[in-house]
C-alpha cells in the first residue's frame, strides 16, 4: 500500500485557481496510477481526474474537463490544478492510488482529504 497526504486547498472567490498537491511514500510511487475524486456535503464521492503510471495519459471528468489539470512528478506528488473554479467545485478533494477508472471502489489507497471552498 501507499501512503497518501494531501494539501493546498482552501476558501477561494469563484473564477479563482488553486493548487491541490498529494505526497506518496510507501511502495514505489511510480508502480500506481493515480487520481483525485471529491465529495460534497450529501453527495456521493464523484471522480474528477485520473494519471497514468507514466504520466503519457489522462482523464478527466466532464465537469471538469478544461478547467482541471492533473499531473505528477517522476518522485512521489501528484498535482491537481484547478483554473476557474465554481461554487459546485465545493467538496473535500481526496487523492487516490491504483487505478484510472471514475469507481473509487478499484482504488486501493486514499488520503484524508482536503477542503476546497468556492465563494460566489
Known amino acids: 500500500q501507499v501512503q497518501l497526504v494531501e494539501s493546498g486547498g482552501g476558501l477561494v472567490q469563484a473564477g479563482g485557481s488553486l493548487r491541490l498537491s498529494c505526497a506518496a511514500s510507501g511502495r514505489t510511487f511510480s508502480s500506481y496510477p493515480m487520481g483525485w475524486f471529491r465529495q460534497a456535503p450529501g453527495k456521493e464521492r464523484e471522480f474528477v481526474a485520473a494519471i497514468s503510471r507514466s504520466g503519457g495519459s489522462t482523464y478527466y471528468a466532464d465537469s471538469v474537463k478544461g478547467r482541471f489539470t492533473i499531473s505528477r512528478d517522476a518522485k512521489n506528488t501528484v498535482y491537481l490544478r484547478m483554473n476557474s473554479l465554481k461554487p459546485e467545485d465545493t467538496a473535500v478533494y481526496y487523492c487516490?492510488?491504483?487505478?484510472?477508472?471514475?469507481?473509487?471502489?478499484?482504488?486501493?489507497?486514499w488520503g484524508q482529504g482536503t477542503q476546497v471552498t468556492v465563494s460566489s
Open positions: 487516490a492510488a491504483g487505478a484510472v477508472v471514475p469507481n473509487p471502489g478499484a482504488w486501493g489507497s
